[in-house]
T-cell receptor
Framework: QKEVEQNSGPLSVPEGAIASLNCTYSDRGSQSFFWYRQYSGKSPELIMFIYSNGDKEDGRFTAQLNKASQYVSLLIRDSQPSDSATYLCAVIGDGNNRLAFGKGNQVVVIP | NAGVMQNPRHLVRRRGQEARLRCSPMKGHSHVYWYRQLPEEGLKFMVYLQKENIIDESGMPKERFSAEFPKEGPSILRIQQVVRGDSAAYFC??????????????FGPGTRLTVL
């Protein structure tokens, strides 16, 4: 079982709609959860982090964490063409400080 | 600019040469991480360092790769006798602390290594 899984294929959403991304992780002791955005040819940019169960909102982004289900999600409200990128879920497991990344989900926002 | 800095941004080496990648963390950050992104693959952890100490090198290949973070100056990732399979983007990240609730990692622009 992979440490961090992002199973959805490319996601196309119309401008103004909500994009929903999901991620599961295998280490039940994980404490820290992150979403990064990566444009093609660029470096990952931290957009959200969450440490406690529940929802965390920052602007148009909402991260949701459910530790019992080992599940993290990211919602992007009022999607804009500039949101078109690959979104990487990353988790720090128990007892270490290394980020384990999922393979990413490509989001395409259609004007 | 207080962001993570990496140089060079692009590096071309021939097989058998050495590659040296440099990383200066964000101002005030003392925790440095190196990650590698191979073409069409995900980001993979390589090594975690603090000043003068390697904390976690569980992701480093056993041979040819080494990393350091001296008391003065940038962190350096060194690849000896490069092979074509080393061609990748190498990213450095830094964090303020290693504490469980304050360890957000911020990435530099990366070094794109091409081995001919």
């Amino acid at each position: 079982q992979k440490e961090v899984e992002q199973n959805s294929g490319p996601l196309s959403v119309p401008e103004g709609a909500i994009a929903s991304l999901n991620c599961t992780y295998s280490d039940r002791g994980s404490q820290s959860f992150f979403w990064y955005r990566q444009y093609s040819g660029k470096s990952p940019e931290l957009i959200m982090f969450i440490y406690s169960n529940g929802d965390k909102e920052d602007g148009r982004f909402t991260a949701q964490l459910n530790k019992a289900s080992q599940y993290v999600s990211l919602l992007i409200r009022d999607s804009q063409p500039s949101d078109s990128a690959t979104y990487l879920c990353a988790v720090i497991g128990d007892g270490n400080n290394r980020l384990a990344f999922g393979k990413g989900n490509q989001v395409v926002v259609i004007p | 600019n207080a962001g993570v800095m990496q140089n060079p941004r692009h590096l071309v080496r021939r097989r058998g040469q050495e590659a040296r990648l440099r990383c200066s963390p964000m101002k005030g950050h003392s925790h440095v991480y190196w990650y590698r992104q191979l073409p069409e693959e995900g980001l993979k952890f390589m090594v975690y360092l603090q000043k003068e100490n390697i904390i976690d090198e569980s992701g480093m290949p056993k041979e040819r790769f080494s990393a350091e973070f001296p008391k003065e100056g940038p962190s350096i990732l060194r690849i000896q006798q490069v092979v074509r399979g080393d061609s990748a983007a190498y990213f450095c990240a830094s964090s303020l602390t290693g504490a469980k609730t304050r360890r957000e990692q911020f990435f530099g622009p990366g070094t794109r290594l091409t081995v001919l």
